[in-house]
């Protein structure tokens, strides 16, 4: 008898445990304006981010990145990025204002010159995040298109409608690829409302000439942020190194 209330009790122990309402997952604050308390000149956010390409089949990481990003009082004010390629070749981007400057093994520059200037203020290589959460346009276009389920976002938006709400795309070679073409992607939120990681893919079509190999060929990224609002610098080379030509 002794046994079988023993038994009982720890059943009746079990079935409380599961009975046990769940913890309610922390409410996520509002993302847009969360960022907007952190768009102070002279700070920033910092990030990694890793690419591919697929065609479907296989998959090829490309290149591999860490930076920063500086903000102005709307969004983006400058970045700095090292990065390397596939083949482990180094290269790096700075860009202030509506300039960046390139260095590296993926320009070949006049001797003396170690950077090379040309439009900034968009994503620095075609394999860079082409969503950019620090733009306070771009983040509230994501949220509006995109499904939230606990502190995820989920969505698409096509490159026509992101060059509307994003210089950071804008400015880019891309604009000129297909206008419909669609991006999918996921945030990540914290319980601050702050984007922790961003991943992004699409199919490229239609592409420019020069980057015909691109052409139907899958680009995804995933970026993660973190330090939002921690005080950072991001300054153009000296212009004594700089060239604004390339050697033919």
Do not use: C
């Not at 038994?7 to 997952?25: D, H």
């Not at 509006?144 to 994003?166: E, Q, R, Y």
């Not at 592409?207 to 970026?223: A, C, L, N, R």
């Amino acid at each position: 008898m002794k046994k079988t209330i023993t038994a009982l009790s720890v059943l009746a122990a079990v079935l409380l445990v599961s009975a046990a309402p769940a913890q309610a997952a922390a409410p996520v604050a509002d993302p847009v304006r969360a960022l907007k308390a952190k768009l102070v000149p002279g700070h920033g956010v910092h990030f990694t981010e890793v690419a591919n390409w697929s065609d479907g089949v296989d998959t090829l990481q490309t290149d591999t990145g860490e930076g920063v990003l500086q903000f102005s009082k709307k969004g983006v004010a400058g970045y700095d990025l090292k990065g390397a390629t596939w083949d482990d070749q180094k290269f790096r981007v700075v860009s202030v204002g509506d300039t960046a400057y390139y260095s590296g093994a993926i320009y070949e520059l006049p001797k003396g010159k170690t950077w090379y200037a040309t439009g900034g203020g968009s994503l620095p290589t075609i394999y860079g995040q082409i969503l950019n959460p620090a733009e306070l346009t771009t983040l509230s276009a994501l949220l509006k298109k995109g499904t939230k389920a606990g502190n995820k976002v989920t969505g698409k938006i096509t490159f026509a409608d992101l060059a509307k709400v994003s210089p950071w795309f804008a400015r880019s070679i891309l604009t000129e690829w297909a206008d419909e073409t669609e991006i999918s992607y996921t945030l990540t939120l914290s319980s601050a409302g702050l984007v922790t990681k961003l991943s992004s893919s699409y199919r490229a079509k239609d592409v420019t000439e020069s980057f015909s190999q691109f052409e139907g060929g899958i680009i995804s990224v995933d970026t993660r942020y973190s330090g939002w609002g921690g005080k950072v610098s991001v300054k153009a080379p000296a212009p004594r190194t700089v060239t604004h030509t390339l050697p033919e």
